[in-house]
């Protein structure tokens, strides 16, 4: 059985910072792109960032920055270390595994980041 399950999220005062875990089991993690997305209420889901299975990484413009992306192959863990979060980052994370021939995806439940003083 496939499993995403992301941890990390906190209420936090404008500027603070958080760090976000994806932790995988039941999938080869090293195989697979690990994205996070977000989503806040009455707003679509965004893409927020992704490490691919070679360390390539890739942010949305409102990530770049201030979030980077990581993972750790041997720890079957993404993680998305925020830094200067603005009242605007509220928003549920999710991480997103996508096998790295297209053919399989995998989301998480998300975590709840609340950004506000």
């Known amino acids: 059985q496939v499993q995403l399950v992301e941890s990390g999220g906190d209420l936090v005062q404008p500027g603070g910072s958080l760090r976000l875990s994806c932790a995988a089991s039941g999938i080869t993690f090293n195989n697979y792109k690990i994205e996070w997305y977000r989503q806040a209420p009455m707003k679509e889901r965004e893409f927020v960032a992704s490490?691919?299975?070679?360390?390539?990484?890739h942010y949305a413009i409102s990530s770049k920055g201030r979030f980077t992306i990581s993972r750790d192959n041997a720890e079957n863990t993404a993680y998305l270390q925020m830094n200067g979060l603005k009242p605007e980052d509220t928003a549920m994370y999710s991480c997103h595994a996508q096998y790295y021939l297209g053919t399989s995806t995998y989301w998480g439940q998300g975590t709840q980041v609340t950004v506000s003083s």
């Open positions: 490490v691919d299975r070679f360390d390539n990484t």
